[in-house]
């Protein structure tokens, strides 16, 4: 009972299982947090807006892009995953969703930024559907902590729309 | 000459009752396990519902060696969300964030298009031939949390089998020597 090997065990196991509540705590401990983020986005430039030789509608345009994430961070924040979206219907697809841009803030300074940038992922639409369309921009994050439950939530602006005819 | 002589004798004084004990001991410890990984997956709705990460795709967020606690609901899957898919003809899962999705109006379907955060192209690569999207039939989960690090010893015990027989002969040779 009171060997080498039992000892070890019985050391290996409750270290493991503190370790574990402890991951599990902090991760509750996130729930504690109430975040209070902001986000604008402007459409400074649509810079041409073709349809490609398959058939698909392509734009490219130049955003304004400011954010206060500050309120997001907590302890057991890893880094903050956002990224912006556009969002419209299609006769064809209830929902279209096209990642524009995205970034990784690894630290709470870095949190409230702005950043004048075209869109870093080819903005294509399954179809040609995109000439005088109204389009959402969302604004998402996904917390990353440093171990336990990821949160994700997001932020909708309203009111972009694509020209009516190709550039 | 001595000592086989006295391991021989050894053996034969094994009574079948112990032996049956510890078996019975040894097949319950192991169906347990086996019970709580299948509940999980139950649970979960995953095929899989602990995934270890393997490369640095989805760096600086997972690095290799953490483990992904996956869950499956029926909730349409969206932008930004970490998901585990298969490519058809391979069998490695992969671990990447969706950037695009197309729903279709009739069928509820979805085309998913996935890049890892670190890789500056998104997954049409490592798509089969031909294919341009993710359905939803390819994809094993959504990541919901995860725990650093302790993904390392299934890594090593896949990348170094010697070590896994040397872990499972000791096991092994523990449980038959111990006394109870």
């Not at chain 1, 975040?35 to 807006?49: G, L, R, T, Y």
């Not at chain 2, 670190?118 to 919901?144: E, F, K, P, S, T």
Request: hydrophobic share 40%; net charge neutral; charged share 20%.
């Amino acid at each position: 009972m009171h060997s080498f090997g039992y000892r070890l065990n019985g050391l290996l196991t409750f270290s493991l299982t503190i370790l574990a509540i402890m991951c599990a705590i902090t991760s509750l401990s996130d729930n504690l947090n109430t975040p209070s983020p902001s986000a604008e986005i402007q459409i400074m430039n649509i810079n041409w807006f073709q349809k490609q030789p398959q058939g698909n509608d392509e734009v490219s345009l130049t955003m304004n892009i400011s954010a206060d994430l500050q309120s997001l961070f907590t302890w057991n924040t890893k880094q903050l995953f956002i990224f912006v979206a556009a969002e419209y219907e299609t006769p064809k697809n209830s929902l279209n969703q096209v990642s524009l841009w995205d970034a990784i803030i690894p630290a709470k300074e870095h949190a409230k930024f702005w950043i004048h940038t075209s869109n870093k992922y080819r903005f294509v639409d399954q179809g040609n559907n995109l000439r005088g369309k109204e389009f959402n921009l969302t604004l998402h994050w996904h917390v990353m902590p440093k171990t336990g439950k990821m949160f994700a939530d997001k932020i909708v602006l309203t009111g972009y729309s694509f020209p009516e005819e190709y550039r | 000459m001595g000592w086989i002589g006295d391991t021989v004798d050894s053996v034969k004084s094994i009574q079948i009752r112990q032996l049956l004990t510890q078996a019975v001991s040894l097949g319950m410890i192991v169906t347990s396990a086996l019970i709580i990984w299948k509940g999980l997956m139950c649970i979960t709705g995953s095929e899989s519902p602990v995934v270890v990460v393997l490369s640095g795709s989805m760096e600086p967020g997972f690095k290799r060696g953490d483990i992904l606690f996956l869950h499956m609901s029926k909730d349409p899957i969206r932008a930004g969300e970490i998901v585990v898919f298969n490519i058809d003809g391979r069998e490695i899962p992969i671990v990447h964030r969706v950037i695009k999705v197309h729903e279709r109006k009739d069928t509820g379907e979805v085309d998913v298009l996935t890049k890892g955060d670190n890789n500056y192209g998104d997954d049409r690569l490592l798509y089969a031939q031909g294919q341009l999207y993710l359905q939803r039939n390819h994809i094993m989960g959504r990541a919901v949390g995860f725990l650093p690090y302790v993904g390392w010893v299934t890594i090593i015990m896949t990348e170094k089998p010697i070590i896994k027989y040397i872990l499972i002969g000791a096991l092994g040779l523990l449980v038959i020597t111990s006394k109870d």
